[in-house]
């Protein structure tokens, strides 16, 4: 670059065995303050969205346990803004509601210092979280459900929700912060997600699991998808793998 007048995007390096080298040349051209880009797929576990999948079902598998219903909360797609269910929390620390009966009936309790008005909101909020999540417990409680009849359930969960719209809401969010990795992982996951359900009824629909049993093969399925990012527009250094890495207009390449 500096002897020769090249641009850090007409370089490459490439390995047979990128997991191995990743960290060590990210430490490397860091140090020596090398932009770069690191051509590797990433796992979709860490997506919101797929948290707010796990975070319904584990849910359902716990019976509304304190720790599962506030974990789906965080996700950040119920709709529901963070003071919002803060002030959800600290009713349900205040009052011990737990388990699936506790989240039906309408609370009563008002806790020292709180005020009726406020009552009556977290109980607002209680009403519609239990309208959207109840037709998915059912399902998923009822042994004679097979798995074909739990993936629609959890697909109409999915689609009452907007979640393909918030996720092309987020792509440009982080289209527009200049994030043109993040926006790509966000493009592609609804339409991984869809397709891991499809394939999993196309193979399995007609077997009756249980919640857990269902939890797991969903969960083997996140674990094994990935999400393929694309460089950012500006000039970097381009580091990745022999047989997947596309590499154009390149003049020089380390192996």
Do not use: C
């Amino acid at each position: 670059v500096r002897e020769k007048n090249l641009k850090y995007g007409e370089i490459a390096v490439i390995t047979g065995n990128l997991e191995a080298y990743k960290s060590i040349a990210s430490q490397v051209f860091e140090e020596s303050r090398i932009p770069y880009f690191l051509d590797e797929k990433h796992t979709i576990l860490m997506n919101p969205f797929i948290e707010y999948i796990r975070a319904a079902l584990e849910m359902v598998t716990k019976g509304f346990s304190y720790e599962s219903v506030f974990r789906y909360f965080r996700t950040a797609l119920t709709g529901l803004a963070t003071e919002k269910v803060d002030l959800l929390e600290n009713y349900v620390l205040a009052t011990g509601v737990r388990g699936h009966a506790g989240w039906e009936k309408k609370w009563v309790r008002l806790p020292k210092n709180w005020e009726e008005a406020v009552l009556e909101e977290v109980n607002g909020m209680r009403e519609v979280f239990f309208a959207d999540i109840e037709p998915l417990y059912q399902v998923f409680r009822d042994p004679a459900a097979d798995l074909r009849q739990k993936t629609v359930a959890l697909y109409e969960f999915i689609r009452a929700h907007e979640i393909a719209q918030k996720m092309t809401a987020y792509k440009k969010t982080f289209e527009e912060n200049g994030d043109a990795a993040t926006a790509k992982e966000y493009e592609q996951i609804y339409g991984i997600v869809m397709d891991l359900l499809e394939k999993m009824v196309d193979l399995l629909g007609e077997e009756l699991l249980s919640v857990r049993e269902y939890r797991e093969i969903l969960d083997a399925g996140f674990e094994a998808a990935n999400v393929g990012v694309i460089p950012p527009g500006y000039d970097r250094v381009v580091i990745g793998d022999i047989e997947r890495t596309r590499l154009e207009h390149i003049r020089v390449l380390f192996f």
